[in-house]
């Protein structure tokens, strides 16, 4: 190997001229970068290892001059993902009343950054103390990478700043500021939270105008639940591997919250409501059941009712075995049909295509205390016999007792169905609700968040017939 050494395609920057570098810089260090890379290649293939080790020290060099320096060379390089804080990543325009040269950052590309997965980077799950059945992370949030208002100080120096509007109270060169990973994550959830317990606070709900005779004050296991109900897979508009990607798993939890599907209101009807509880005494003892009995519209094509159960379990004694203290269970059905909870389904027997002999639903979980199901609602049938008509359960006999079928049609009279939950085991009390309240006058609380086509009338759900009574 007798190839000539040759410098980077633009001089090196001190950093803080790196970080605020112009769309091209890092293209250019990128050509230079692949040149050297070759010449490396071929210094090992030649065994020629001091000249191999004298490029790589040229390499690292060129690497820490990336924008906005940091030492991956993937930032603007060409053929891949542009994230972050690349000006490439920004549409940028000249505003009008501006007579200079300059442009502004004003939206992020598409395709700037890949909101439909969860990063590399980010920490996955399950837990190690129940074999994998616990399901964590809860639920994740955007965090690859944000663009915001830059609170930072100018003393502080850079932080990936993008060009700002001239008339804005911020300074033009670093108004906006591109962070990644748990801190803007964390903001996103807290934000989030905040608005979530204002819509309660404020007396939204239940109907979808500000009421203040509404005003409730959320528990921390209601803010829960109904996060969890917001949330479906950061694929929900995409397909992975040809089908969409189900939730939950051990990479996103229950998925990307999205308040927009689960807040009512008045003047933004939706096409299914949501009913919430904030149960504050619980059960005392065990095997003990609240049933809520629901009206479920049957006139929509294909009515379905999602369920999550949430509650603050007591603190575990150190080297337990045992992962739930208190252990509540959540069950939907309409009598006929029993929901599958936290998609515990029964495996399923290949020569009958059913589920395995001795499998019985529900499966009851003992791990966490986050429960949710979507229950599909069967049809209900109105039957035309020769003698009488008759409501039937998914299908009409062809014969029987009020003689032979003359016509079959699908019912729209509202159908019943039962959310209940089950104290399988209560040992103490809890020890706050989430604002620091102490409980240990009660035993255990919990909450539910449901979304589905409940039977409203004037323009709210129909209440649920509440009762409570031992065993399942």
């Known amino acids: 190997y007798n190839g000539a050494f040759t410098g980077p395609a633009v001089p090196y920057l001190e950093e803080a001229a790196c970080c605020n570098s112009t769309p091209g ?8 970068l692949d040149g050297y890379t070759q010449q490396y290649q071929s210094a090992i293939g030649f065994g020629q290892l001091g000249k191999a080790g004298e490029i790589q020290r040229l390499i690292d060099g060129i690497k820490g001059k990336f924008y906005p320096c940091r030492s991956q060379p993937h930032c603007c390089g060409s053929g891949v993902e542009s994230p972050s804080c690349c000006p490439s990543s920004y549409a940028a325009v000249r505003l009008p009343w501006d007579l200079s040269t300059t442009t502004y950052a004003t939206e992020v590309r598409k395709g700037a950054y890949d909101s439909h997965r969860v990063v590399d980077t980010s920490a ?40 700002g509007r001239r008339d804005a109270i911020f300074d033009e060169a670093s108004s906006l500021v591109a962070m990644g990973g ?45 996060l969890v109900l917001a949330s479906a897979s950061v694929a929900d508009d995409e397909t992975v591997g040809g089908a969409p990607k189900t939730v939950p798993d051990a990479n996103q939890g229950w998925g990307r919250p999205n308040l927009q599907r689960v807040l009512y209101f008045a003047d933004q009807p939706s096409a299914q409501r949501v009913w919430y509880k904030d149960e504050r005494i619980g059960f005392y003892v065990d095997d003990w059941v609240h049933s809520y009995e629901f009206l479920i519209d049957m006139s929509v094509p294909s009515p379905t009712l999602t369920v999550v159960l949430a509650y603050t379990d ?16 959540l ?10 909870v936290n998609n515990r389904a ?36 109105k039957c035309t016999y020769v003698k009488a008509t008759a409501t039937e359960y998914k299908e009409c006999a062809s014969t029987g007792t009020y003689g032979a079928l003359l016509k079959q049609e699908r019912s729209a009279d509202p159908a019943s169905v039962f959310v209940k939950v089950r104290s399988y085991r209560v040992v103490k009390p809890c020890t706050g609700d989430g604002f620091f309240k102490e409980c240990t006058t009660r035993k255990q609380a919990y909450s539910l968040a449901a979304q589905g086509d409940f039977l ?17």
């Open 314 to 329: 007591p603190e575990g004694a150190p080297g337990s075995s045992e992962v739930l203290v208190n252990d509540l269970d």
């Open 456 to 472: 409203t009338r004037n323009g709210e759900v129909v209440p649920p017939i509440f009762s409570s009574f031992r065993g399942s």
């Open 182 to 226: 748990s801190s803007v994550a964390a903001a996103v959830m807290a934000g989030t939270v905040a608005l979530l317990r204002q819509y309660f606070v404020d007396g939204w709900y239940p109907r979808g105008a500000k009421t203040p005779s509404d005003s409730l004050a959320p528990t921390s296991a209601l803010i829960k639940a109904v």
């Open 331 to 340: 069950n939907v059905t309409d009598g006929r049909t029993i929901s599958i």
């Open 124 to 163: 996955r799950g399950p837990p190690s103390d129940s074999e994998g059945a616990r399901i964590k992370p809860d639920f994740v949030a955007p965090g690859s990478w944000l663009v915001g208002a830059n609170g930072r100080p100018a003393a502080g120096g850079p932080h990936c700043g993008l060009p």
């Open 346 to 381: 029964c495996p399923i027997d290949p020569f009958t295509n059913g589920p395995v002999k001795g499998c019985n639903l529900p499966i009851s979980d003992r791990v966490n205390n986050v429960e949710k199901t979507t229950f599909a609602l069967p049809p209900w049938l």
């Open 25 to 32: 810089y890092n293209t250019a260090l990128q050509v230079s």
